[in-house]
């Protein structure tokens, strides 16, 4: 009986992909990486302007050349900057990387974007910013997110050019989503790089913690309305004057919640710009809760001069 030979058909396989490869790799290929950016400068200076974080490279060369691109080579674009007074000059990329990089005869730089760095020498300062978390936060059916996500440190020390931390309020964590939740959450996270090539961070890592519970509503009645911004000479008689409110949240955030932390009131100013004779209060409510109704929905009023 025929017995079909398997090792002689994998080596056959495994010889063929070997020659396959080494013809190719012995052509001219092009390839595109990109390549982190660095500025080290002395202080009490530092560096401005609009740099990026990475410098999109074009490379030519044989294939076994390229492949030296992604074991041996360390590609970075670091520039050393020896300041004595604020100044702003250009860096020509290409030509740098061509004199810095040591690529060799073999594999070439065809492109670089951008093609210039235009970079400014600034006074170094630091100050203390907050940071504001860049989340997404899908949750299962039946869960919710209660209260707002808590950073740990919420605000971080940064240094870099004075111009640009003037112009600086707050940063944000680098972007996570987090899909089908249903249980809290408590990991570690990191302050957005968009900046980390041109100003300092006290920290990068932070600690995240977010609250999630099963979605519950509850009744909360006799909330009192008050008018805010009224004149000393004017009191306005509301009808009713305290309203039930049906909310929903998580379901240990509501049962934590007395009335008296619901506030309701209402705007004199909308008071006098308003045509119908009724308006709806406006909810002041715990973060993660919302307002699935209001008994009554509107309220009546009458505007009275003191006397």
């Known amino acids: 009986m025929f017995k079909f030979k398997y090792h002689?058909?994998?080596a056959s396989f495994m010889l063929s992909a070997v020659l396959w490869i080494s013809l190719n790799l012995n052509q001219s290929f092009e390839i595109e990486k990109t390549v982190p950016v660095k500025i080290n400068i002395n202080k009490p200076y530092a560096v401005s302007g609009n740099i990026p974080l990475n410098l999109d490279v074009k490379f030519r060369g044989v294939g076994w050349n390229l492949i030296r691109l992604f074991t041996s080579f360390n590609l970075?674009?670091?520039?050393?900057?020896?300041?004595k007074k604020k100044d702003q000059f250009v860096i020509l990329t290409k030509e740098y990387l061509d004199n810095n990089l040591g690529l060799g005869q073999n594999l070439q730089i065809?492109?670089?974007y951008p093609e210039t760095l235009f970079v400014r020498i600034e006074n170094y300062e630091e100050k203390y910013v907050k940071i504001?978390?860049?989340l997404h936060i899908n949750c299962m059916e039946g869960y919710q997110v209660v209260g707002k996500p808590v950073l740990e440190p919420d605000s971080i020390k940064i240094g870099g050019a004075i111009d640009i931390l003037r112009?600086?309020?707050?940063l944000n964590t680098k972007s996570m989503v987090f899909d089908k939740v249903n249980a809290g959450i408590s990991r570690k996270i990191n302050v957005s790089d968009s900046l980390s090539n041109i100003l300092w961070f006290s920290q990068n890592e932070l600690n995240l913690k977010i609250n999630i519970e099963p979605t519950a509503e509850k009744e909360f009645t006799n909330i009192e309305i008050k008018v805010t911004e009224l004149p000393d000479d004017k009191e306005v008689l509301l009808i009713p004057q305290s309203v039930s409110i049906?909310?929903?949240g998580g379901v240990e955030q509501l049962a934590g919640i007395e009335s008296g932390r619901i506030k309701a009131h209402i705007d004199y100013r909308k008071i006098l710009s308003d045509s119908t004779g009724s308006l709806s209060p406006v909810f002041d409510i715990p973060p993660g809760c919302t307002v699935i109704s209001v008994k009554p929905e509107t309220i009546q009023y009458v505007i009275k001069k003191k006397y």
Do not use: R, S
Request: proline share 4%.
């Open 132 to 134: 504001n978390p860049n």
């Open 167 to 170: 112009m600086l309020g707050h």
């Open 8 to 10: 002689i058909l994998i």
């Open 110 to 112: 065809i492109g670089v």
């Open 76 to 83: 970075e674009f670091t520039y050393d900057v020896n300041a």
């Open 246 to 248: 049906q909310l929903k």
